[in-house]
């Protein structure tokens, strides 16, 4: 029961989507695709086969190349993911989708029980989605969640040799392109432009939008082209085609118009396939309610910050949930296969998302279809783009900055307190490419200063880039290597020595860990930290109170320089603490309305420590008891903050505890 909410008691945790430490350890053995393995007996490709394969292919079912290549990459930006499915059952570079036989080779398992607000008041069993899902699968799959076997049917191969061979995967894409395009009613043809139509209907068959919009991403690779290795060590090319322009009629026999956006209630840019899902807001019973709160942001509280999520759980069984009012909220989904975005709680509202009602309060939350461990069967291109331009419309809608200072994933967002510190969630993790991401944002990120601008942002080769992790599949084993968005910490300029400590997340003492889900010593591509020292191939930065340094050779950067503002503690103040949220002094608060204590968490900045500044903000509580949006009120105090990047998650500063300077003054 909500009651008075002292100490963000509410709207903190989705049981069957959170990621503690042991329960994703557990949920992410449904879907071992990071660690999954080529078939056996396959001798080791050329670095060129792949790119014949789509020649031949498309030679074979007269397809332009230049559309298999580009369906291909928006489909798996050409990976084959060692055989392994991706979370919507779909294969190789294709992704040609067997959803039975993705769903029967999944182990089963059930989690523990979870709460499922934060406040110990309803429990849950934490049992796994897809399992549920495989239970209930009908005897007759839609189109979309078979088109395997219907490609097997068109080239004569076997559903396995489809499923494992990536030649083979080709070439069942090639067909289903072309009986797409016999479907429409046109004549082959060797013009890109004509294909339009069989390219929506090849990832959007369950819904025009959707088509369209992978379509348009499509032509949009086309155009540009692109050059880019695989995860199999394959060297892929689609030679550019900047003159090409669509057929308009191709969007007509489509079902299709490129002209259309979505329906004027939905807050989606034109560009996208977008649904409504709406999440109930209803009352029921000992005064509870749900899933989220009636607001008017921007005109009460600022909008400032978009955090980043994944659903741990299929596009089904999180649009059912969405649905639960007992269960909590979020304001879109977007589907891994084609990007198809639902729209769940307008943005003025606050959802019940980030596990931080200050960040609640003030965040658009938007969830991505998949599991945190297992990056290649679901962060897909299409999903990514989507995003992006999601994201592009929120940041004009809200004048949000295009940082990653104000776009974070979950797991960046702070513990409120001491003791939430520990149960703060993962998502998306090392494995979410931030470079790509914010490229596609139009904000790619680049030095804009010199060695002693006094800033680094973090920037990893994504694919070089492969720290050692574990926990994919089972706690301790290792995961298998993979590129990652992440650097790791030290205690010194030395890979051999401890990795730093996070006293929040293991106050027993204990030390950082490679787990998956560990974040105690990582630093994640775009984040800014302030240089403590320089020595040879190594960096110092100002990390949770300590140096932590990390690998920087000048041959292969995963760092850029960068100036901008930092805090540091006054002159005269030997330590400051630190915040998880930035509300108003206890003078601000008016009657009737609970005081919320703001803790400090057990991290201390020290005089001479500096930290790269984010944000300026006064501080604000929305009290949100009830049902009744009449007792709902926001408290405005005059204390001013700063978020800074305290470590992996940002963090608070007040004002009249730090001096703000130019970090190469």
């Known amino acids: 029961m909500r009651g008075s909410a002292p100490e963000d008691d509410k709207r903190t945790a989705r049981p069957a989507l959170r990621r503690s430490v042991t329960a994703v350890a557990a949920a992410v053995l449904l879907l071992p695709l990071i660690a999954a393995t080529p078939s056996a007996g396959a001798g080791k490709p050329g670095p060129g086969d792949l790119q014949r394969a789509f020649t031949e292919a498309a030679e074979r079912y007269h397809v332009p190349r230049s559309v298999l290549l580009g369906v291909s990459y928006l489909e798996s930006r050409w990976d084959d993911h060692g055989g392994a499915p991706s979370v919507s059952g779909g294969y190789g570079p294709m992704h040609l989708t067997d959803a039975r036989t993705a769903l029967s080779r999944e182990p089963e398992f059930s989690g523990p029980a979870e709460d499922a607000r934060g406040d110990g008041s309803r429990g849950r069993k934490a049992v796994s989605a897809r399992q549920a899902e495989r239970a209930k699968l009908p005897g007759e799959l839609p189109a979309r969640l078979r088109t395997l076997h219907t490609a097997a049917g068109l080239t004569g191969l076997s559903p396995e040799k489809l499923r494992t061979d990536p030649a083979a995967n080709v070439l069942g894409g090639a067909a289903l392109l072309a009986a797409e395009q016999r479907r429409t009613g046109t004549a082959g043809s060797a013009d ?14 369950d819904n025009s939008e959707a088509g369209r919009s992978f379509a348009n991403d499509v032509y949009a690779v086309i155009r540009r082209g692109l050059t880019r290795t695989t995860d199999a060590g394959q060297r892929v090319t689609l030679a550019a085609v900047p003159s090409l322009h669509l057929d ?4 007509k026999r489509a079902g299709m118009q ?21 999440a109930p807001y209803e009352e029921f019973g000992d005064h509870d309610y749900g899933n989220h709160d ?11 910050t978009i955090v980043i999520h994944d659903t741990e759980g299929s596009w089904e069984t999180t649009l059912k949930l969405i649905k639960d009012p007992t269960y909590v909220s979020w304001h879109y989904t977007i589907r891994s296969s084609d990007g198809l975005i639902a729209q769940h709680v307008p943005t003025k509202d606050v959802a019940w998302h980030a596990g931080n009602w200050y960040i609640n309060s003030h965040s658009v939350g938007i969830e991505h279809e998949g599991f945190l461990a297992s990056p290649d069967a679901w962060y897909t291109e299409a999903m990514y783009r989507t995003s992006a331009r999601l994201v592009r419309y929120l940041s004009r809608k809200y004048d949000v900055p295009l940082d990653r200072q104000h776009i974070v994933g979950h797991d960046n967002v702070p513990g409120t307190t001491p003791a939430t510190i520990k149960g703060m969630h993962t998502d998306p993790g090392p494995y979410w490419d931030w470079d790509h991401y914010f490229t596609l944002l ?16 973090i920037r990893p080769h994504y694919g070089q880039n492969r720290p050692d992790y574990t926990g994919c599949t089972k706690p301790g084993e290792p995961c298998a290597s993979h590129g990652s968005a992440a650097v790791r910490l030290y205690t010194a300029p030395d890979e051999h020595a401890p990795l730093v400590r996070d006293i929040g997340l293991h106050p027993d003492g204990s030390d950082s860990t490679i787990d998956v889900n560990d974040t105690g010593a990582r630093a994640s591509t775009g984040q800014q930290f302030a240089v403590a020292e320089r020595a040879g191939d190594w960096t110092a930065i100002w990390y949770l109170g300590q140096r932590a340094w990390f690998r920087n050779p000048a041959g292969a950067r995963t760092a850029v320089n960068s100036r901008g503002p930092v805090a540091t503690p006054k002159d005269g103040r030997a330590e400051i603490p630190v915040y998880g949220r930035a509300y108003p002094e206890k003078e601000a608060y008016p ?16 005089a001479g420590q500096e930290y790269a500044v984010g944000d300026r903000m006064r501080g604000d509580y929305f009290y949100a008891p009830t049902f009744d949006v009449s007792q709902h009120t926001v408290v405005r105090g005059n204390d001013v903050y700063y978020e800074i990047q305290l ?5 608070y500063v007040r004002a009249d505890d730090v001096d703000i300077r130019r970090s190469d003054a």
Do not use: M
């Not at 009636?294 to 005109?299: D, F």
């Not at 010199?450 to 942002?457: A, D, E, M, S």
């Not at 009657?591 to 020290?606: E, F, M, N, R, S």
């Not at 470590?647 to 963090?651: E, F, Q, S, T, Y």
């Open 591 to 606: 009657a009737g309305v609970p005081y919320q204590a703001v803790t400090p968490l057990p991290y201390k900045i020290t």
């Open 192 to 205: 890109p432009a004509q294909w339009y139509a069989a390219v929506a209907r090849y990832a959007g068959e």
């Open 647 to 651: 470590g992996h998650r940002v963090g």
């Open 258 to 278: 490129t002209d259309e956006g979505p329906a004027p209630d939905l807050e989606c840019p034109w560009s996208v396939a977008c649904e409504s899902v709406p």
């Open 248 to 251: 308009s009629g191709q969007a």
């Open 442 to 457: 139009g904000a790619p990120f680049t030095p804009n200063a010199g060695p002693r601008g006094g800033l680094v942002t």
């Open 294 to 304: 009636l607001a008017n942001r921007p005109r009460d509280q600022r909008v400032s």
